[in-house]
């Protein structure tokens, strides 16, 4: 397990070991420690905005003994299948999960980015800035991982903060889902009924949910109906055409066949 004065002195360590400065988002365990919701966690989440950024921290996290470990028997199958998914250090029984840009397919939105709770610097040959992403967001992106202790992790949350903003987290969910994360909506939805026997949860919520994917389900049938009658236009005017084209031919032999009986004759 890893506590928050580990957390401390691990980011000092890798700030030591980079060869330029990096900035990451922190979302998970290691962001509850921030917020004293917890005393340690079983692993630390981090968020780097560019794939190069988080190659940089896993050469840095080698250097000091970690190893690269396989993600399959900690996530879902089907959301490893998405291009953005972990890469996972192990080092004892303490482990680091490091996205890069997105989370599956949830991405660090403009919203998270200007709402972020705190910014921890650490100092070494280079500058390695966490920035704290706010409970809300961190309630959404544990709903998105689903591991083990995600769904208990949200109880935490939910049973100790009194002022979360549910409009904020239900707008993030449905500006992910609009701009490509299909799995978002799905993971609030189950997230918010696992936590409400611990706070009520207005049912304009789940019904705002749900119209986001009756709204997408409406485009979508339209967006096919568009198509096939495209196509459908496009098959009737090559068919046209074909028969135009065959209709001119027969008038051209037709023709050139009366020429040379008119010429026969003469």
């Known amino acids: 397990m890893i506590t928050?004065?580990?957390q401390e002195r691990l980011f000092t360590m890798i700030a030591d070991r980079l060869s330029k400065d990096v900035t990451c988002w922190a979302f998970g365990g290691n962001a509850m420690m921030w917020y004293g919701y917890k005393e340690e966690t079983k692993d630390v989440d981090l968020l780097f905005e560019s794939e190069a950024d988080r190659q940089l921290a896993i050469a840095a996290l080698q250097r000091v003994g970690f190893k690269e470990t396989?993600?399959?028997r900690i996530y879902i199958p089907e959301k490893l299948k998405a291009e953005?998914?972990?890469?996972?250090l192990q080092l004892g029984d303490s482990r680091i999960d490091l996205f890069a840009t997105q989370v599956f397919r949830t991405r660090l939105s403009p919203k998270m980015k200007e709402?972020?709770?705190a910014v921890h610097e650490y100092r070494g040959r280079q500058k390695l800035t966490v920035k704290v992403l706010r409970k809300e967001h961190v309630i959404l992106l544990k709903a998105v991982t689903s591991r083990d202790k995600d769904a208990e992790d949200i109880r935490t949350i939910v049973g100790l903060e009194k002022k979360l903003d549910?409009?904020?987290l239900i707008d993030e969910t449905l500006w992910q889902y609009a701009h490509g994360d299909t799995w978002s909506l799905f993971d609030m939805e189950r997230a918010l009924h696992d936590v409400d026997d611990l706070v009520f949860i207005p049912e304009a919520y789940f019904k705002k949910l749900y119209a986001a994917v009756d709204a997408k389900a409406k485009a979508t049938k339209k967006t096919l109906q568009k198509k096939?009658?495209?196509?459908k236009r496009m098959?009737?005017?090559k068919s046209l055409?074909?028969?135009t084209a065959g209709r001119q031919a027969t008038r051209s032999v037709t023709e050139q066949a009366r020429r040379k009986s008119a010429k026969a004759r003469k």
Do not use: G, I, Q
């Not at 953005?84 to 996972?88: D, F, K, N, Q, Y």
């Open 4 to 6: 928050l004065k580990d």
């Open 70 to 72: 396989s993600p399959f």
């Open 84 to 88: 953005h998914r972990p890469v996972m």
């Open 115 to 117: 709402d972020a709770e």
């Open 166 to 168: 549910w409009d904020l």
């Open 228 to 231: 096939r009658n495209d196509a």
């Open 235 to 237: 098959r009737t005017k």
């Open 241 to 243: 055409t074909k028969r």
